[in-house]
């Protein structure tokens, strides 16, 4: 990454700001349930995961009651796991407009990473009622939540530039995609806590940043679990780490873009 | 004057061929796995632009001509920085606003409103540059009623007129535009060429690729020929133009063999046997241009006398649209007798007034 490739971006922030919106307003546009599908869908799995593992399986959740264990971690989860999915196709599904103008290439996986907000959001506000439900009363930690999902943002958004990139030079990433996001969601902890691996195994969690950022995330809204301070910090150099390998390829091949896409 | 671009050495390769393969990481692992250390056949390149220089100073009007897949838009690529070259250099001054299709970007789902905001900030636009040119931009594309339907709603030609109609509202310092005008209805075509018009004396600098000679030479002050992929001859338009559309001419020869025309009917008493364009020197030519004072000279063999002939003409567009239809005989010329042999005849014409374009002759002798 240098400096003028970053100024480039922010020059084009407004540009950003509408591909980010056409994304929101084309998703609500036709949709019968509109902004409810962005609760139904953590929701339904939340119900799925409660009766299979909280009820069936008996997956421990740190004595948290299961549903708002597994809502808490699909909320953000969702968020991430549909980005990646959205922002890998991000550049092939603009081909008309990469092979037609001129702007910064990241902006589109960007927009995307901007758009899920939005669905975020609804979620957050069900997760809120969920908490009150529950009489979680979270302590000062809470100040920590934004920080970690923000870290899920960054997240999404570096290996969302990888992939986009990728798939524009091979078109078959796009269908190892859904199966990517599916390993990725039973190596984080979300159906089950960190406690429930066996300790010789636990380490290697801290390969995953999802993994740390998603019980930081968890940790500090539930507050039932004292915060595993060196999984935070590794996943979080991770994240850094990562957003600087996705820029570097992205800017390595965004060259190529306009006539191979 | 200021330069406005400046353009060093330009040269853009594609690998053909590279395309087609390679393109699934599968293939791509798989092939590694076989073979990691065989190397790749020799790629078949194409290079789409060979050393190209020009400058271009602030406030020219810059056509470019040139054949299909001669290198023009993959230049105005690019220029407006959509592509990256192979090698040489390319310096824009200014803000620059490129062109190469009418409503880039559309979503069919949003509404004409939305459409404007978006294609807008895609070409460049700030906010509330849009906000406040909205109610201009409306009139012009003259959609008012449609403005909140999605645009998936819209006729062809509705959508045409929305994407130029914020596309005129650009207010570029350099503006790169690619055939936009070779679509649309003939007012559509005109609103075009008005607005390129105003770019012109508003001081704008403009490249502009175009098929459309009358307009290359009517709006351009400066004229690029670009012909595989190097710049074939730069200059007035006009010397320009007429040196690109001498290449048209089939063949060096000047006169026409008509002789192995294979639509003919009739008897074949008498038979058009060539035809040549001659200047107004009297030397034979083989581009005519808008304007121009010449003369047609039709040849003919005759089998046997032919008693009050009646040559005509009728002059047809590519498209079949008849432009023309002429004789001896509508012009009251009385011809008494051809004698056998061989014989011509002379239209003469003071003042071409034709747009360049590509005609068609039919010739008939009753």
Known sequence: ?261 | MSQAIAVEKLSKKFILGALQRDTMLRERVISLLRAPFRRSAPPNVLWALRDVSFRVDAGEVVGIIGRNGAGKSTLLKVLSKITHPTSGKVRVNGRVASLLEVGTGFHEELTGRENIYLNGSILGMKHNEVAAKLDSIVNFAGVAQFLDTPIKRYSTGMRLRLGFAVAAHLDPDVLVVDEVLAVGDAGFQRKCLNAMEGLRTGGRTVLFVSHNMAAVENLCTRCLWIDSGEVRMDGSPREVIEAYMNTFANSRETMADLRSVKNRRGSGEIRYTGMEYISSSGEPITVVRSGDAFTIRFHYHAEKPIVFPSFGLRMYTEMGALVTDTSTWHHAIEIPVVPPGDGYLDLQIDFLNLLPTRSYFSLWIS
């Open chain 1, 1 to 261: 990454m240098n400096s003028e490739w970053i100024a480039d971006f922010w020059r084009y922030r407004e540009l950003l700001y509408f591909l980010a919106w056409r994304d929101v307003k084309v998703r609500y546009k036709q949709a019968a349930l509109g902004a409810s599908w962005a609760v139904i869908q953590p929701l339904l799995t939340m119900i799925i995961f409660t009766l299979f593992f909280g009820g069936l399986a008996r997956v421990p959740s740190d004595g948290i009651p299961y549903p708002l264990f597994s809502f808490c971690a699909l909320v953000p989860w969702t968020y991430f796991s549909t980005i990646l999915g959205h922002a890998g196709n991000s550049l092939i599904s603009n081909a008309q407009l990469i092979t037609k103008v001129y702007f910064p290439r990241a902006l589109l996986p960007a927009a995307t990473v901007l758009s899920g907000l939005v669905d975020f959001s609804v979620g957050a506000v069900v997760l809120v009622l969920m908490m009150m439900y529950y009489h979680v009363k979270p302590g000062w930690p809470l100040l920590l939540a934004p920080l970690f999902f923000a870290g899920m943002v960054v997240l999404a958004f570096s290996v969302s530039m990888f992939l986009a990139a990728l798939n524009v030079r091979y078109r078959d990433v796009k269908y190892a995609l859904p199966f990517l996001v599916q390993i990725w969601l039973f190596v984080t902890p979300i159906i089950y806590p960190v406690t429930f691996l066996p300790a010789k195994i636990r380490p290697l969690l801290a390969f995953n940043p999802m993994a740390g950022l998603l019980e930081g995330f968890r940790s500090s809204l539930l507050g039932r679990k004292q915060m595993d301070w060196r999984l935070e910090g590794i996943s979080v150099a991770i994240t850094l780490v990562l957003l600087v390998i996705g820029a570097a390829y992205f800017r390595k091949t965004e060259k190529t873009f306009a006539d191979i896409v």
